[in-house]
């Protein structure tokens, strides 16, 4: 499966202190997302999905053979418009 990330989720795992496990588990999240079952969440009123890296977010979509990674950050800002 192919990952795309948006320019902000590009942004933000430059920022990130825990870059290589975030790295790692959307590798993970697009081979083998029955994994990471209890991770993931749709999002209430909003089709992008959620995967819980531990107080970090990846807001995700999957789109044909694509996973789109629209965001990354931390729980506290993620969900803030």
């Known amino acids: 499966m192919e990952i795309v990330y948006s320019k ?10 825990k870059r290589k496990l975030l790295l790692e588990k959307i590798e993970q999240l697009a081979n083998q997302p029955e ?21 970090w977010r990846v807001i995700f979509l ?11 950050a931390p729980r506290a800002s993620i969900y803030e418009d």
């Open 8 to 17: 902000a989720a590009r942004q933000a795992l430059l920022r990130s202190n």
């Open 35 to 55: 994994s990471l079952a209890n991770n993931i969440t749709q999002l209430q009123g909003r089709e992008e999905w959620r995967l819980r890296v531990q107080d």
């Open 62 to 72: 999957r789109q044909g053979d694509s996973l789109l990674i629209r965001d990354i």
